[in-house]
Protein backbone atom coordinates (compact mmCIF):
# COMPACT_ATOMS: atom_id res chain seq x y z
CA UNK A 1 0.00 0.00 0.00
CA UNK A 2 1.83 3.04 -1.28
CA UNK A 3 1.62 6.33 0.00
CA UNK A 4 2.08 9.98 -1.29
CA UNK A 5 2.79 13.19 0.09
CA UNK A 6 1.44 16.08 -1.63
CA UNK A 7 1.20 19.95 -0.71
CA UNK A 8 1.38 23.04 -2.33
CA UNK A 9 3.86 25.64 -1.22
CA UNK A 10 4.80 29.37 -2.21
CA UNK A 11 8.11 30.83 0.18
CA UNK A 12 7.95 28.59 2.59
CA UNK A 13 11.40 27.98 3.72
CA UNK A 14 11.07 28.88 7.23
CA UNK A 15 8.32 25.95 8.01
CA UNK A 16 8.65 23.07 5.14
CA UNK A 17 11.49 21.72 6.85
CA UNK A 18 9.61 20.83 9.81
CA UNK A 19 6.95 19.55 8.26
CA UNK A 20 9.09 17.20 5.30
CA UNK A 21 11.27 15.95 8.12
CA UNK A 22 7.56 14.40 9.66
CA UNK A 23 6.58 12.75 6.67
CA UNK A 24 9.52 11.97 4.89
CA UNK A 25 9.66 8.54 7.10
CA UNK A 26 6.18 7.93 7.18
CA UNK A 27 5.37 8.70 2.82
CA UNK A 28 6.57 6.58 -0.05
CA UNK A 29 6.78 9.99 -2.34
CA UNK A 30 6.92 13.59 -1.77
CA UNK A 31 4.95 16.13 -4.27
CA UNK A 32 5.48 19.60 -3.90
CA UNK A 33 3.85 21.98 -6.19
CA UNK A 34 5.20 25.70 -5.95
CA UNK A 35 3.28 28.06 -7.03
CA UNK A 36 5.45 30.88 -7.26
CA UNK A 37 8.61 31.18 -4.53
CA UNK A 38 10.92 33.85 -4.75
CA UNK A 39 12.92 32.08 -1.55
CA UNK A 40 14.42 28.87 -1.04
CA UNK A 41 11.61 26.54 -1.07
CA UNK A 42 11.97 24.45 -3.92
CA UNK A 43 15.62 23.79 -2.95
CA UNK A 44 14.66 22.79 0.49
CA UNK A 45 12.02 20.21 -1.02
CA UNK A 46 14.50 19.11 -3.32
CA UNK A 47 17.17 18.27 -0.43
CA UNK A 48 14.30 16.23 1.09
CA UNK A 49 13.90 14.16 -1.60
CA UNK A 50 10.51 16.06 -2.87
CA UNK A 51 9.37 16.09 -6.59
CA UNK A 52 8.97 19.71 -7.10
CA UNK A 53 6.95 20.86 -10.16
CA UNK A 54 5.95 24.88 -11.06
CA UNK A 55 2.66 25.72 -10.84
CA UNK A 56 1.36 29.72 -11.96
CA UNK A 57 -0.85 30.91 -9.03
CA UNK A 58 -4.69 31.79 -10.26
CA UNK A 59 -5.99 32.63 -6.50
CA UNK A 60 -7.58 29.12 -6.27
CA UNK A 61 -6.82 26.52 -3.77
CA UNK A 62 -8.65 23.71 -5.31
CA UNK A 63 -6.91 24.66 -8.65
CA UNK A 64 -3.70 24.50 -7.03
CA UNK A 65 -3.93 21.11 -5.15
CA UNK A 66 -5.98 19.68 -8.21
CA UNK A 67 -2.66 20.20 -10.38
CA UNK A 68 -0.71 18.47 -7.68
CA UNK A 69 -2.68 15.47 -7.32
CA UNK A 70 -1.97 15.12 -11.06
CA UNK A 71 1.77 14.02 -9.95
CA UNK A 72 1.01 11.54 -7.24
CA UNK A 73 1.30 7.82 -7.86
CA UNK A 74 0.06 6.23 -4.53
CA UNK A 75 -2.70 4.11 -3.34
CA UNK A 76 -3.50 6.90 -0.90
CA UNK A 77 -2.92 10.45 -0.81
CA UNK A 78 -1.83 12.43 2.40
CA UNK A 79 -1.97 16.42 2.09
CA UNK A 80 -0.27 18.54 4.55
CA UNK A 81 0.37 22.46 4.59
CA UNK A 82 4.09 23.74 5.53
CA UNK A 83 2.25 24.93 8.70
CA UNK A 84 1.64 21.26 9.20
CA UNK A 85 3.23 18.56 11.06
CA UNK A 86 2.12 14.67 11.26
CA UNK A 87 2.21 13.57 14.64
CA UNK A 88 4.38 10.13 15.02
CA UNK A 89 2.47 8.29 17.44
CA UNK A 90 -0.81 8.32 14.66
CA UNK A 91 1.12 6.75 11.90
CA UNK A 92 0.42 3.36 12.98
CA UNK A 93 -3.15 4.00 13.35
CA UNK A 94 -3.25 5.69 9.71
CA UNK A 95 -1.64 2.91 8.56
CA UNK A 96 -3.96 0.38 9.49
CA UNK A 97 -6.81 2.53 8.49
CA UNK A 98 -5.46 2.35 4.96
CA UNK A 99 -5.68 -1.33 5.00
CA UNK A 100 -9.42 -1.58 5.57
CA UNK A 101 -11.23 -1.95 2.04
CA UNK A 102 -13.97 -0.09 2.38
CA UNK A 103 -12.48 3.73 3.62
CA UNK A 104 -12.84 5.94 1.07
CA UNK A 105 -11.70 9.14 3.37
CA UNK A 106 -10.17 9.47 6.78
CA UNK A 107 -10.65 12.12 8.37
CA UNK A 108 -7.99 13.36 10.53
CA UNK A 109 -7.54 15.58 13.80
CA UNK A 110 -6.04 18.53 13.72
CA UNK A 111 -4.52 20.74 16.78
CA UNK A 112 -4.39 23.84 15.87
CA UNK A 113 -1.69 25.32 18.11
CA UNK A 114 -1.82 28.46 19.51
CA UNK A 115 -6.33 29.10 19.42
CA UNK A 116 -7.71 29.90 22.48
CA UNK A 117 -11.31 28.89 21.42
CA UNK A 118 -11.57 26.44 19.05
CA UNK A 119 -8.66 24.25 19.62
CA UNK A 120 -9.17 21.15 17.18
CA UNK A 121 -10.38 21.15 13.96
CA UNK A 122 -11.27 17.85 11.46
CA UNK A 123 -9.64 17.95 8.25
CA UNK A 124 -10.30 15.90 5.07
CA UNK A 125 -6.41 15.04 4.49
CA UNK A 126 -5.75 11.40 3.83
CA UNK A 127 -7.81 9.74 0.68
CA UNK A 128 -7.55 7.33 -1.64
CA UNK A 129 -5.94 8.06 -5.03
CA UNK A 130 -8.97 8.10 -7.17
CA UNK A 131 -9.65 9.57 -10.48
CA UNK A 132 -13.48 10.81 -8.74
CA UNK A 133 -11.64 12.59 -5.67
CA UNK A 134 -10.83 16.35 -6.32
CA UNK A 135 -10.97 19.65 -4.28
CA UNK A 136 -13.27 22.01 -4.44
CA UNK A 137 -13.58 25.81 -3.26
CA UNK A 138 -10.73 28.34 -3.98
CA UNK A 139 -10.60 28.76 -0.52
CA UNK A 140 -10.54 26.30 2.25
CA UNK A 141 -10.30 24.15 -0.19
CA UNK A 142 -11.59 20.36 0.50
CA UNK A 143 -12.24 16.84 -1.34
CA UNK A 144 -15.47 16.12 0.90
CA UNK A 145 -17.79 17.14 -2.33
CA UNK A 146 -16.51 15.19 -4.45
CA UNK A 147 -16.36 12.01 -2.09
CA UNK A 148 -19.83 12.73 -1.14
CA UNK A 149 -20.53 12.31 -4.93
CA UNK A 150 -18.65 9.53 -5.02
CA UNK A 151 -20.76 7.71 -1.78
CA UNK A 152 -24.04 8.55 -3.60
CA UNK A 153 -22.58 6.91 -6.76
CA UNK A 154 -20.92 4.05 -4.70
CA UNK A 155 -23.40 2.76 -1.98
CA UNK A 156 -22.56 0.37 0.07
CA UNK A 157 -18.96 0.09 -1.36
CA UNK A 158 -17.27 3.08 0.58
CA UNK A 159 -17.48 4.86 3.72
CA UNK A 160 -15.63 7.60 5.62
CA UNK A 161 -14.02 7.06 8.61
CA UNK A 162 -12.54 9.11 11.30
CA UNK A 163 -9.34 9.04 13.49
CA UNK A 164 -9.82 10.60 16.91
CA UNK A 165 -6.39 11.26 18.24
CA UNK A 166 -4.51 14.04 17.20
CA UNK A 167 -3.21 13.60 13.72
CA UNK A 168 -2.09 17.40 12.78
CA UNK A 169 -0.25 19.51 14.48
CA UNK A 170 -0.69 23.25 12.93
CA UNK A 171 1.07 26.94 13.83
CA UNK A 172 -1.16 28.89 11.45
CA UNK A 173 -3.32 29.84 14.69
CA UNK A 174 0.14 31.42 16.74
CA UNK A 175 -0.32 35.10 17.06
CA UNK A 176 3.17 35.46 15.32
CA UNK A 177 1.92 34.19 12.25
CA UNK A 178 -1.15 35.34 11.96
CA UNK A 179 -0.31 38.94 12.40
CA UNK A 180 2.42 38.07 9.94
CA UNK A 181 -0.45 37.57 7.26
CA UNK A 182 -3.10 39.72 5.71
CA UNK A 183 -5.58 37.23 4.43
CA UNK A 184 -8.78 38.47 4.82
CA UNK A 185 -9.14 40.36 1.59
CA UNK A 186 -8.06 37.11 -0.39
CA UNK A 187 -10.42 34.99 1.77
CA UNK A 188 -13.04 37.24 1.30
CA UNK A 189 -12.67 37.87 -2.53
CA UNK A 190 -11.92 34.13 -3.01
CA UNK A 191 -15.27 32.92 -1.10
CA UNK A 192 -17.40 35.33 -2.33
CA UNK A 193 -16.64 34.45 -5.68
CA UNK A 194 -17.51 31.06 -5.31
CA UNK A 195 -20.92 31.63 -3.59
CA UNK A 196 -21.59 33.83 -6.48
CA UNK A 197 -21.67 30.78 -8.78
CA UNK A 198 -23.34 28.38 -5.99
CA UNK A 199 -26.21 30.39 -4.10
CA UNK A 200 -26.24 29.70 -0.28
CA UNK A 201 -23.65 26.92 -0.32
CA UNK A 202 -23.50 25.93 3.24
CA UNK A 203 -19.60 25.19 4.00
CA UNK A 204 -19.03 28.82 2.14
CA UNK A 205 -21.44 30.32 4.42
CA UNK A 206 -19.85 28.70 7.13
CA UNK A 207 -16.36 29.93 6.56
CA UNK A 208 -17.61 33.61 5.16
CA UNK A 209 -19.87 33.75 7.50
CA UNK A 210 -17.05 33.52 10.32
CA UNK A 211 -14.73 35.44 8.70
CA UNK A 212 -17.56 38.48 8.84
CA UNK A 213 -17.99 38.09 12.23
CA UNK A 214 -14.19 37.59 13.30
CA UNK A 215 -13.32 40.74 11.53
CA UNK A 216 -16.58 42.67 13.56
CA UNK A 217 -18.97 43.16 10.16
CA UNK A 218 -20.95 40.76 12.40
CA UNK A 219 -24.36 41.46 11.02
CA UNK A 220 -23.05 40.13 7.88
CA UNK A 221 -21.73 37.53 9.02
CA UNK A 222 -24.77 36.13 10.61
CA UNK A 223 -26.92 36.73 7.46
CA UNK A 224 -24.23 34.38 5.79
CA UNK A 225 -24.20 31.69 8.30
CA UNK A 226 -28.39 31.82 8.37
CA UNK A 227 -28.34 31.45 4.81
CA UNK A 228 -26.38 28.40 4.92
CA UNK A 229 -28.25 27.25 8.23
CA UNK A 230 -31.57 27.29 5.99
CA UNK A 231 -29.93 24.97 2.82
CA UNK A 232 -29.30 22.28 5.40
CA UNK A 233 -31.86 20.04 7.29
CA UNK A 234 -33.50 20.96 10.65
CA UNK A 235 -31.75 19.97 13.80
CA UNK A 236 -31.23 16.32 14.27
CA UNK A 237 -32.00 15.21 10.85
CA UNK A 238 -28.46 16.27 9.62
CA UNK A 239 -26.13 13.21 7.73
CA UNK A 240 -22.60 12.55 8.82
CA UNK A 241 -21.07 14.88 6.34
CA UNK A 242 -23.36 17.38 6.80
CA UNK A 243 -23.18 17.53 10.87
CA UNK A 244 -19.59 19.61 10.58
CA UNK A 245 -20.58 22.23 9.04
CA UNK A 246 -23.91 22.80 10.91
CA UNK A 247 -21.38 22.59 13.70
CA UNK A 248 -19.19 25.64 12.41
CA UNK A 249 -22.52 27.56 11.23
CA UNK A 250 -24.91 27.37 14.82
CA UNK A 251 -21.19 27.75 16.60
CA UNK A 252 -20.25 31.01 14.82
CA UNK A 253 -24.06 32.47 15.10
CA UNK A 254 -23.46 31.42 18.76
CA UNK A 255 -20.48 33.96 18.68
CA UNK A 256 -22.07 36.54 16.85
CA UNK A 257 -25.19 36.72 18.93
CA UNK A 258 -22.95 36.91 22.09
CA UNK A 259 -21.03 39.93 20.12
CA UNK A 260 -24.52 41.78 20.07
CA UNK A 261 -25.40 40.88 23.50
CA UNK A 262 -28.50 38.42 22.47
CA UNK A 263 -27.41 36.14 24.87
CA UNK A 264 -30.67 33.76 24.57
CA UNK A 265 -30.11 33.20 21.15
CA UNK A 266 -26.30 32.57 21.86
CA UNK A 267 -27.32 30.37 23.71
CA UNK A 268 -29.91 28.30 21.78
CA UNK A 269 -27.23 28.48 18.79
CA UNK A 270 -24.07 26.71 21.13
CA UNK A 271 -27.16 23.77 22.49
CA UNK A 272 -27.44 23.23 18.56
CA UNK A 273 -23.79 23.07 18.05
CA UNK A 274 -23.27 20.91 20.92
CA UNK A 275 -26.07 18.40 20.05
CA UNK A 276 -24.16 17.87 16.64
CA UNK A 277 -23.26 14.18 15.68
CA UNK A 278 -19.08 14.77 15.54
CA UNK A 279 -16.15 14.13 17.65
CA UNK A 280 -16.61 15.52 21.31
CA UNK A 281 -13.08 17.21 20.82
CA UNK A 282 -14.16 19.46 18.01
CA UNK A 283 -16.94 20.54 20.41
CA UNK A 284 -14.53 22.19 22.47
CA UNK A 285 -15.03 25.55 21.48
CA UNK A 286 -19.27 25.34 21.81
CA UNK A 287 -19.22 23.64 25.97
CA UNK A 288 -16.11 26.55 26.86
CA UNK A 289 -18.31 29.72 24.64
CA UNK A 290 -22.04 28.24 26.33
CA UNK A 291 -20.23 27.73 30.03
CA UNK A 292 -19.06 31.63 29.84
CA UNK A 293 -22.74 32.55 28.62
CA UNK A 294 -24.25 30.56 31.37
CA UNK A 295 -21.52 32.39 34.10
CA UNK A 296 -22.44 35.60 32.84
CA UNK A 297 -25.83 34.94 33.62
CA UNK A 298 -25.51 33.94 36.60
CA UNK A 299 -25.97 29.82 36.09
CA UNK A 300 -23.43 28.94 37.78
CA UNK A 301 -23.73 24.84 38.28
CA UNK A 302 -24.64 24.86 35.12
CA UNK A 303 -21.69 26.27 33.67
CA UNK A 304 -19.99 24.56 35.87
CA UNK A 305 -20.84 21.52 34.56
CA UNK A 306 -20.30 23.16 30.41
CA UNK A 307 -16.25 23.63 31.80
CA UNK A 308 -16.07 20.24 33.50
CA UNK A 309 -17.11 18.43 30.32
CA UNK A 310 -14.70 20.85 28.48
CA UNK A 311 -11.50 19.51 30.74
CA UNK A 312 -13.15 15.90 30.55
CA UNK A 313 -12.78 16.06 26.99
CA UNK A 314 -9.10 17.65 26.98
CA UNK A 315 -7.54 17.85 30.00
CA UNK A 316 -4.58 19.75 28.40
CA UNK A 317 -6.93 22.51 27.07
CA UNK A 318 -5.53 25.41 29.50
CA UNK A 319 -8.48 27.70 29.36
CA UNK A 320 -11.16 25.26 29.98
CA UNK A 321 -9.14 24.97 33.25
CA UNK A 322 -9.55 28.48 34.06
CA UNK A 323 -13.06 28.90 33.19
CA UNK A 324 -13.69 26.23 35.94
CA UNK A 325 -11.78 28.08 38.54
CA UNK A 326 -13.55 31.28 37.81
CA UNK A 327 -16.97 29.14 38.31
CA UNK A 328 -15.66 27.31 41.36
CA UNK A 329 -15.03 30.83 42.62
CA UNK A 330 -17.81 32.56 42.48
CA UNK A 331 -20.00 29.05 43.65
CA UNK A 332 -17.55 29.63 47.10
CA UNK A 333 -15.84 26.45 46.10
CA UNK A 334 -12.14 27.91 46.58
CA UNK A 335 -10.10 24.94 47.03
CA UNK A 336 -11.66 23.57 43.90
CA UNK A 337 -11.02 26.52 42.32
CA UNK A 338 -7.71 26.60 43.45
CA UNK A 339 -6.97 23.23 42.08
CA UNK A 340 -8.53 24.11 39.08
CA UNK A 341 -6.35 27.11 38.04
CA UNK A 342 -2.80 25.12 39.13
CA UNK A 343 -3.89 23.24 36.49
CA UNK A 344 -3.92 25.85 33.89
CA UNK A 345 -1.00 27.24 35.11
CA UNK A 346 0.54 23.40 34.71
CA UNK A 347 -0.66 23.56 31.16
CA UNK A 348 0.48 26.83 30.72
CA UNK A 349 3.35 28.31 32.54
CA UNK A 350 2.67 32.10 31.16
CA UNK A 351 -0.43 32.15 31.62
CA UNK A 352 -0.99 35.34 33.74
CA UNK A 353 -4.20 35.46 34.43
CA UNK A 354 -4.42 32.33 35.53
CA UNK A 355 -1.95 33.37 38.57
CA UNK A 356 -4.05 36.39 39.07
CA UNK A 357 -7.27 34.76 39.75
CA UNK A 358 -5.08 31.93 41.42
CA UNK A 359 -4.02 34.84 43.69
CA UNK A 360 -6.95 36.13 44.52
CA UNK A 361 -8.19 32.44 45.53
CA UNK A 362 -5.46 31.90 47.68
CA UNK A 363 -5.79 35.30 49.50
CA UNK A 364 -9.60 34.67 49.76
CA UNK A 365 -8.79 31.13 51.22
CA UNK A 366 -6.55 33.09 54.00
CA UNK A 367 -3.08 31.67 52.16
CA UNK A 368 -1.91 35.46 52.22
CA UNK A 369 2.12 34.70 51.62
CA UNK A 370 1.63 32.41 48.99
CA UNK A 371 -0.93 34.73 47.52
CA UNK A 372 1.59 37.40 47.23
CA UNK A 373 4.01 34.96 45.58
CA UNK A 374 1.43 34.10 43.05
CA UNK A 375 0.68 37.69 42.63
CA UNK A 376 4.27 38.54 41.96
CA UNK A 377 4.00 35.85 39.16
CA UNK A 378 1.12 37.38 37.40
CA UNK A 379 2.85 40.71 37.36
CA UNK A 380 6.14 39.88 36.23
CA UNK A 381 4.39 37.92 33.20
CA UNK A 382 1.62 40.82 32.72
CA UNK A 383 5.03 43.23 32.22
CA UNK A 384 7.18 40.91 29.85
CA UNK A 385 4.17 40.83 27.64
CA UNK A 386 4.03 44.94 28.38
CA UNK A 387 0.40 44.91 29.12
CA UNK A 388 -1.22 47.63 31.85
CA UNK A 389 -2.78 44.68 33.60
CA UNK A 390 0.63 44.84 35.84
CA UNK A 391 0.67 47.87 36.95
CA UNK A 392 -3.26 47.29 37.90
CA UNK A 393 -2.33 44.38 39.36
CA UNK A 394 0.50 46.44 41.66
CA UNK A 395 -1.47 49.23 42.26
CA UNK A 396 -4.56 47.65 43.32
CA UNK A 397 -3.02 45.07 45.75
CA UNK A 398 -0.98 48.24 47.64
CA UNK A 399 -4.78 49.94 48.06
CA UNK A 400 -5.41 47.21 49.99
CA UNK A 401 -2.12 47.26 52.29
CA UNK A 402 -0.37 44.50 49.97
CA UNK A 403 3.06 44.96 49.09
CA UNK A 404 4.61 42.98 46.16
Known amino acids: MKLSFCMIVKNEEATLPECLSSVRDVVDEMVVLDTGSTDSTPEIAREFGAKVYHYQWCNDFAAARNESLKYVTGDWVLVLDADEVIKKEIVPQIKEAMLNDRYILINLVRHEVGATQSPYSLVSRLFRNHPDIYFSHPYHAMVDDSVADLLRQKRNQWQVADLSPVAIEHYGYQP???????????????????????PSDPYTCSKLGALYVGAGEVETGIALLELGLAALPVRGASSPAEAPVLYELHYHLGIAHTRLSKVSKAKSHYKA?????????????????????????????????????????????????????????????????????????????????????????????????????T???????????????????????????LSV
Not at 292 to 305: F, K, M, P, V
Not at 383 to 394: D, I, M, T, V
Open 273 to 373: AIEQAILPQLKLGAYNNFGSLLLETGDLTGAISAFQTVVRTDPNFALGHFNLGIALKQKGRLKEAIESYRQAIEIDPDYAEAYQNLGVALLKAGSVLESLD
Open 375 to 401: FREAIALYEQRQLPAGSHLRQSLKEMG
Open 176 to 198: GTIAALDKFTRARQAMEAYLAEH
